[in-house]
């Protein structure tokens, strides 16, 4: 009795170890099952974003290969893949921890080591990409490697004395310098900063805006770019590009404490000078010269607008009758630029209202040709 319940003990304990088998080697095939679909699943999507990234359809083939990150973690190649997308769209910040990530699964590959500190050297971080450079020559000869160290000391030297003649305000000397470095160190805000500030003090503006521009999006943030931009557009005369501008740097933070009175400024100004353009092209020429004269009240100190104003004088004055107003501002806006067309036309026509036959068709015959 005793021995045909240690019997069913044992055949029990029979019947439980294979169940607990069966089920481990079910759950064994279904991994390798399941890996190998994954493994499966992960070259598809490398293959789609290779014919992708050939293709030139960048967004496509990165979405792909981000799949194959996800499927593979641990696959060195696929991050190296997805990085030199990301550099194809001109995204090196998120290539640089794709690289990263290379390096560490597999510190002997070169390309990848070369890759980052091409980027660094763009980036003009100049001691990361040195150590990237010196770290792949101690593995071996490389020319590129070799070449770009020698680069890195000349940039080095470039960068000294273009700083030392802006300082000394020997400005295109130090814009001239700034070029040659900017070609090797396109992504480095801080070069761009610098030529920035010296087209500023050289009077250049647009040049300026041009350099400014690219630092919006190689400075996360960038309030102060966009203001910059904004004021020097503003200064030009281009109120309408101001306020887009400065619009941006609201977008960032509507409540920026150097953006917003701006905005209100420029946006009361544009708003004057369009309700003056269109009074002046409605003939509505009362209105006009009360939208001019308070547009020139907004802005007092610029002397575009001050000159723009008075160019809506000289017209709506003109043709409002106002004809001794008319001729006072017109002669004024002339004398400081002889060449204003619209101001000699106004300044005829007023002419030929008071009945100055001789000067109305005589002094401004040559202009009304043009």
């Known amino acids: 009795m005793i021995e045909e319940k240690i ?17 481990f080697l079910l759950l064994d095939v279904y991994l390798r099952g ?44 696929t991050y190296f893949r997805r990085a030199t997308v990301f550099l194809a769209m001109g995204k090196s910040k998120s290539a640089l921890p794709d690289l990263t990530k290379v390096i560490e699964l597999k510190p002997d590959f070169t390309a990848a080591r070369i890759q980052r ?85 050289m009077g250049e503006y647009y040049k300026a805006i041009s350099d400014i521009r690219p630092t919006t999006s190689l400075r996360s943030d960038n309030r102060p770019a966009f203001f910059k931009m904004s004021d020097l557009y503003y200064k ?6 101001s306020l887009i501008q400065i619009r941006e740097c609201l977008k960032l933070d509507p409540d920026d404490k150097q953006c917003q009175p701006h905005y209100k400024k420029v946006k009361k100004l544009v708003k004057q000078i369009n309700a003056a353009q269109e009074a002046k092209v409605n003939g509505q020429y009362d209105e006009c010269l009360n939208k001019a004269k308070q547009f020139m009240k907004t802005e007092p100190n610029e002397e575009f607008y001050q000159l723009k104003g008075q160019g809506y004088l000289c017209h709506c004055n003109a043709k409002g009758g106002h004809i001794q107003e008319a001729l006072r501002i017109c002669n004024r806006l002339l004398n400081k630029n002889p060449e204003n067309v619209e101001a000699l036309m106004d ?5 030929l209202a008071s009945e100055k036959w001789e000067e109305g068709t005589g002094r401004e015959s040559v202009k009304w040709r043009l």
């Open 7 to 23: 019997t069913d003990m044992n055949i029990g304990g029979v019947v439980i170890f294979t169940k607990s088998l069966f089920i």
């Open 34 to 77: 399941s890996y190998a679909v994954n493994s499966m699943e992960v070259e598809q999507h490398l293959e789609m974003g290779k014919k992708l990234l050939a293709a030139g359809q960048l967004a496509e083939a990165l979405q792909h290969y981000h799949s194959a990150v996800d499927g593979d973690p641990n696959n060195y190649l």
């Open 117 to 201: 500190a091409n980027v660094l050297l763009k980036q003009g971080k100049l001691d990361d990409a040195e150590k990237d450079f010196k770290s792949v020559i101690e593995r071996g000869p490389n020319d590129e490697a070799l070449s770009q160290l020698n680069a890195i000391a000349e940039l080095r030297r470039d960068i000294s004395e273009a700083y030392m003649y802006f300082e000394h305000g020997q400005l295109p000397t130090a814009v001239d310098i700034l070029g040659r470095v900017i070609e090797k160190c396109p992504w480095d805000p801080s070069l761009h900063e610098t030529r920035a500030e010296c087209y500023i003090q």
């Open 236 to 241: 030009l005369g281009e109120a309408e590009e």
């Open 347 to 351: 300044r005829a026509e007023a002419y």
